[in-house]
């Protein structure tokens, strides 16, 4: 056992060294990932609000006046202007204007008394799909309402809904984008600094004089990994910390089981960034890989869009990112108070894939030390 | 005395390329075997197979009578190892690294303490034991990284291109320490460009294209029938004015190699045609003269060029 593991405890003394001589990486490695937090959860925002809106009112009555107001009070529209033609209304959305055009016909009160239905158009850009959906649902929404209460004078509704929205009451963007963004911050900070470590030794040469000395490589990778998972658990502390008390966003669960649950996470982006390190030949070429593992934990782990609308391919592949199972543990915990016990598959999957990533790792450096 | 290194048949493919073909060699304990060979010619590949690091894909080899296949890890306790590049950690000072590398080969405690004391006396190197290494002259930072692989006591020590860049004093510092430490006992397998370097070994091998091609002690090499073809000789000329001498005389019956030395040509020429060359030189002083190393690998080289199809 202690063969197999041979030059750990020198290897892991020399790379605290080296974070300690550098202040100046060590403090931007820790840095940017919070700056990028802090950009990202201020900007995102994906409850669609004050969606700009022009109105044809053909009608001119109290009735119509009324409709638009309802609009308006869904906070979903805000009416930036009134226009006169139809053709001036799709000029308004096709420039960019507005992204809803409402036309309210001439005969829209007249139809509403004869007890007629009355025709209101509503143009939706579609430009933006979460946008459109969203306009169109509150406008169906505003058109149902507006029905019902000339059918129900009395304003008796038969049937009412009462949605309640657990874990995130004001459904507040933050408190599903930033759990996430913790994951993904994480990610990137621990494989760009082990992988980079890993590969400056490479191009000094120091990396071709290890290998010929006992160090073995499963030594040399777990030596690298201890002061960079020291790190990287300490800049989750930080971020979670702002999480907590920046974005006000509430951890329902207990704080210890998220850490703890962090670890295998933590285990398998290290192992990822030595596979990494093991490819690299130079640090431009690791930078590159580092990032390039970006895009698909962003897109494809749930992060941005729901895993059950994918196509079953790409279901199949976000099985397959680490990032997945993590915001899986970190929205359970956070956002819905889960514990150990709901959390414990995913924590078990991110583990064995830390272990096959270290695994691969060192297979590929016991290959190359044949070069 | 017990063979430190052995070569017996090695040859190292990698895929259909042949790194190292068929070498054979032995380098007693004590000694400073000299290795030399034009860039990609199998040197390191050769280093690397007798470290263990590689397995080669016939023949077998011997470190101090460990077998380089079965007993990898026993040898790399045992060899020490400096490359070119010198391995070492430039953020870390000279102390640190040492340390390092005690650590690295599981010296611990009062005995790595010891050693350190010992490498640093027998490098100098103590008084820049705070410095870091990248704050170094070239010559010192090979010291540092002398002391590094020898941190361990090896009893065979691998040099590749030791000292390649160096200045020439530092460079014979290095070698003065080569030969103390050989002194008691430990076996060196250098390899290098520089010709007075080899000469200073005990015995020297030359590769070229992957092929072991002369071995054996300066003296010997120099008496190789393969660098003094028959009907040979070769020649000091000492003319007035060399360099141009160099084309004119290249194109002259007879002459089948030329090159300046300093002031002089040295010329491989048919024996034969020697007062004939002696006449279209009148009055320079030409003169018999053994060859020195460089001529006999550059004989040696074309030799194997003009064979090859």
Known sequence: ?371 | MAAAITADHLTIRFGSFTAVNDVSFAVPQGEIFGFLGPNGSGKTTLIKALCGLLVPSSGSGTILGMDIRRDAAEIKRRVGYMSQKFGLYEDLTVGENIAFYAGVYGIRGVKAEQRKREVLELTGIERYLDRRASQLSGGWKQRLALACAIIHSPEVVFLDEPTAGIDPVARRALWDLFFRLSGEGVTFFVTTHYMDEAERCGRVGYIYLSNLVALGTVAELQRLPEANPPGTSRVQIAAANAPALLEPLRHMPGVREATVFGQYIHALVETARLPELQAALPGVPIETIKPSLEDVFVTLTYRIMEAAP
């Open chain 1, 1 to 371: 056992m202690k063969q197999l593991f041979r030059g750990l405890v020198p290897v892991c003394h020399k790379e605290a060294l080296h974070i300690v001589r550098d202040p100046g990486t060590l403090f931007f490695a820790l840095l940017i990932p919070m700056l990028q937090l802090f950009l990202f959860g201020f900007a995102v925002d994906t409850n669609i609000r004050q969606v700009a809106t022009v109105v044809l009112d053909g009608s001119h009555t109290q009735e119509s006046r009324e409709l638009v107001q309802r609009f308006e009070a869904s906070d979903v529209f805000a009416v930036r202007g009134v226009v006169l033609s139809t053709d001036a209304l799709y000029d308004a959305i096709r420039s960019g204007k507005a992204r809803v055009g409402v036309r309210i016909p001439p005969d829209y009160a007249r139809s509403l008394q004869n007890g007629d239905t009355a025709t209101v158009l509503v143009l939706v850009d579609g430009s933006d799909s979460t946008v459109a959906a969203q306009a169109v649902s509150t406008a169906t929404g505003v058109a149902l309402r507006e029905s019902l209460a000339q059918v129900l004078p009395d304003g008796q509704m038969p049937v009412d809904v009462r949605p309640s929205v657990l874990y995130n009451p004001a459904t507040r963007s933050a408190n599903f984008f930033v759990p996430g963004l913790v994951g993904i911050l994480l990610q990137v900070m621990t494989i760009l600094m082990i992988a980079l470590s890993v590969v400056r030794e490479r191009e000094r040469g120091t990396l071709e004089q290890l290998t010929m000395t006992p160090v073995t490589p499963l030594g040399l990778m777990l030596g690298k990994m201890i002061p960079y998972g020291v790190l990287a658990f300490g800049e989750l502390c930080a971020i979670l910390a702002v999480m907590r008390w920046v974005f006000l966003v509430p951890i329902h669960g207990n704080v210890f089981v998220l850490l703890a649950l962090s670890l295998p996470f933590l285990l398998t982006v290290l192992g990822i960034g030595l596979v990494i390190s093991a490819k690299a030949r130079t640090q431009a070429e690791a930078f590159q890989l580092a990032m390039g593992t970006i895009l698909p934990s962003v897109f494809l782990s749930g992060y941005i869009f729901l895993i059950d609308n994918m196509p079953p391919f790409f279901q199949v592949i976000s099985r397959l990112i680490p990032a997945t199972y993590y915001i899986r543990i970190l929205r359970g915990l956070i956002l819905r108070g889960a514990g150990f016990a709901d959390l414990w598959r995913d924590a078990t999957v991110l583990t064995v894939m830390g272990c096959a990533a270290i695994l691969l790792a060192a297979r590929l450096f016991v290959k190359q030390g044949a070069r």
